[in-house]
C-alpha cells in the first residue's frame, strides 16, 4: 500500500482580473480541507480586506527583512508593490499532507517550480485582453494609471501559460470553478 509522503502543492497564476482570486474562493467552498497560503504584501487592504485573512500587510522594511532572512518559498514585485509567499507555512502543511493552495503571480510560479518540481501549476486565463479590461475595471479598485499597468502585464503574462500543466479559461465563473475543482480532484 502506498501512503503520501506530503500533499501536494497547487499554484493558481495568471493575469490579475482574470478571476484567480473568485475562482479560488469557490474552490474553498467546494473542497474545504484545501489551505490556503495568506501572502505577505506591502500593497495596503482594500476595502473589506482582512490582516491576516486576505493577506498578511507589512510595510517595505519588514519586507526586505523578511527576504534577507530567506522567509519566502517565492517572491516578486507585481505593480510597483512586493507579494510574497511564506516558506514555513507552506513546508508545515505539506508535512501534514494537506494540499496547499497558492494563488500568486505568473513570476512567483516560475520560482515556485524551480523549487518544487513537484507543484501542480494551474493557469487562469480571460476569455480576451478586452474581457480582462473590463472586468479591470468594472472592479474599480484600481485607479486608471494602476489598470495600465496591470493590463499591460497582463499581456506579457498571457504567454507564460504553456509553461503550465493545466490551462483555464474562466468564460463562465461556475462553469471555470468546476473545472478548477476536477483537475484537484484528479491528484490523489
Ligand atoms: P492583488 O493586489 O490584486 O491582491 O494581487 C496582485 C497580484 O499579486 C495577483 O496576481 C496575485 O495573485 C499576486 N500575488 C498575491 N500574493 C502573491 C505572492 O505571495 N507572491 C506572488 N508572486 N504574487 C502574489
Not at 509522503?5 to 497547487?10: E, Q, V
Not at 480541507?33 to 504584501?41: A, G, N, P, Q
Not at 474581457?131 to 494609471?145: H, M, S, V, Y
Not at 503574462?157 to 474562466?170: G, T
Request: aromatic share 8%.
Amino acid at each position: 500500500m502506498h501512503h503520501r509522503i506530503s500533499g501536494h502543492l497547487f499554484i493558481i497564476s495568471g493575469p490579475s482580473g482574470a478571476g484567480k482570486g473568485t475562482l479560488r474562493k469557490l474552490l474553498f467552498e467546494r473542497i474545504p480541507d484545501l489551505m490556503f497560503s495568506i501572502s505577505c504584501t506591502t500593497r495596503s487592504p482594500r476595502e473589506g480586506e482582512l490582516d491576516g485573512v486576505d493577506y498578511h500587510f507589512i510595510d517595505e522594511a519588514s519586507f526586505r527583512h523578511m527576504i534577507a532572512g530567506g522567509k519566502f518559498l517565492e517572491w516578486a514585485k507585481v505593480h510597483d508593490n512586493y507579494y510574497g509567499t511564506l516558506r514555513e507555512d507552506v513546508e508545515r502543511e505539506l508535512r501534514d499532507r494537506k494540499n496547499v493552495i497558492l494563488e500568486i503571480d505568473v513570476q512567483g510560479a516560475h520560482q515556485v517550480k524551480s523549487n518544487c518540481p513537484g507543484a501542480i501549476m494551474i493557469f487562469v486565463a480571460p476569455p480576451s485582453i478586452s474581457e480582462l479590461e473590463k472586468r479591470l475595471r468594472q472592479r474599480g479598485t484600481e485607479e486608471e494609471t494602476v489598470l495600465q499597468v496591470r493590463l499591460k502585464n497582463a499581456i506579457e503574462e498571457m504567454d507564460d501559460s504553456s509553461f503550465f500543466d493545466h490551462l483555464i479559461v474562466n468564460d463562465e465563473v461556475a462553469r471555470a470553478a468546476k473545472e478548477m475543482e476536477n483537475i484537484i480532484h484528479s491528484y490523489k
